[in-house]
């Protein structure tokens, strides 16, 4: 009998299967691959969804670089325009030609900030221009002129939007960098805050240039 009962002991005890050390070690080792392979998938999705949003502000810059670009190279061609009605109007000239080396200079190094306070300096002169058109006539008659004056207005209503556009994409990015656990990735990345295009308070008063 007692042979007869250790014998279904055994065969019970061969039937239950107790994990062994090795076993508890498989299964961690593939949770923690189903971790890895989360986390590694996450920070793939952060990565890209930084990328997207870094590269929007980048477009959204380029597009108004390439707009400022073509208003700095009408500004000499509207100057020279008016120099030729009212050359004794030097100290004018002067100071639009200043405010749109500083501008372009600061376009040139991508300072944005510079920019928006050079852009500033040039929207407050431009109706000093619209001023001695009233003074001349002639000059107000000067097809040249007119074509200018309805050019920088178009390009300065442009500007308008691009520089929404880029604040609104600088702004998300910004938000994206600070949030965690996304500053994580953003830090390993080397993102870096995007400066904004704030508007000065002269400029936001009469934003589109009237001629």
């Not at 502000?57 to 009212?86: F, H």
Request: hydrophobic share 45%.
């Amino acid at each position: 009998m007692k042979e007869n009962e250790e014998s279904i002991k055994e065969s019970i005890n061969k039937e239950i299967h107790v994990p062994s050390i090795m076993d508890t070690n498989v299964i961690i080792g593939i949770v923690a691959g189903i971790i890895v392979l989360m986390f590694l998938g996450w920070f793939i999705s952060v990565w890209n969804r930084l990328t997207n949003l870094e590269e929007n502000a980048i477009k959204s810059w380029a597009d108004i670089d390439v707009i400022l670009n073509q208003r700095y190279d009408m500004i000499p061609n509207l100057v020279n325009t008016v120099k030729g009605y009212a050359e004794h109007e030097a100290s004018i000239f002067e100071e639009f030609a200043k405010a749109r080396q500083a501008a372009a200079g600061a376009l040139q190094q991508g300072d944005v900030r510079g920019v928006a306070a050079a852009e500033g300096v040039l929207s407050g002169m431009l109706p000093r221009i619209n001023m001695l058109s009233e003074q001349y006539p002639d000059l107000k008659a000067n097809q040249n002129f007119l074509q200018l004056q309805g050019e920088l207005v178009s390009i300065e209503n442009q500007l308008a939007d691009r520089r929404e556009f880029y604040n609104a994409s600088s702004t998300s990015f910004n938000k994206a960098i600070r949030m965690i656990p996304t500053n994580i990735v953003a830090n390993m990345k080397g993102c870096e805050r995007k400066e904004l295009w704030e508007v000065a308070a002269h400029v936001r008063e009469n934003v589109q240039i009237q001629f």
